[in-house]
Nanobody
């Protein structure tokens, strides 16, 4: 059974930083592409960033490019998302999911971790 547990969210001021983590179990994490998706209040799911299984190739949506960095530690079965220069519009519930690319908004995901950016 695929299990994904996100953590690391919180309340931060604009311009601040956070590091999200996703602990994965129940599947072959090291050979699985992974992604982060988010859902802002009152809006639909939005793909944020993806990383290939080997960790060498990544892609991100334009609104977070240069500010968010996806990474992984296959020895720890853990996915990360480093968020810097946060903006109010980054406020959302953040989820990790298996797969690569925007279609991962339909993939199974964990319970999420809340990121709130507020002055």
């Amino acid at each position: 059974e695929v299990q994904l547990v996100e953590s690391g969210g919180g309340l931060v001021q604009p311009g601040g930083s956070l590091r999200l983590s996703c602990a994965a179990s129940g599947f072959a994490f090291a050979t699985s592409d992974m992604s982060w998706v988010r859902q802002a209040p009152g809006k639909g799911l939005e793909w944020v960033s993806s990383i290939r299984a080997g960790g060498y190739y990544t892609s991100s949506t334009g609104s977070v490019a240069g500010r968010f960095t996806i990474s992984r530690d296959n020895s720890k079965n853990t996915l990360y998302l480093q968020l810097v220069s946060l903006k109010i519009e980054d406020t959302a519930m953040y989820y990790c999911a298996k797969g690569y690319g925007p279609q991962t908004i339909s993939a199974p995901r964990g319970q999420g971790t809340q990121v709130t950016v507020s002055p």
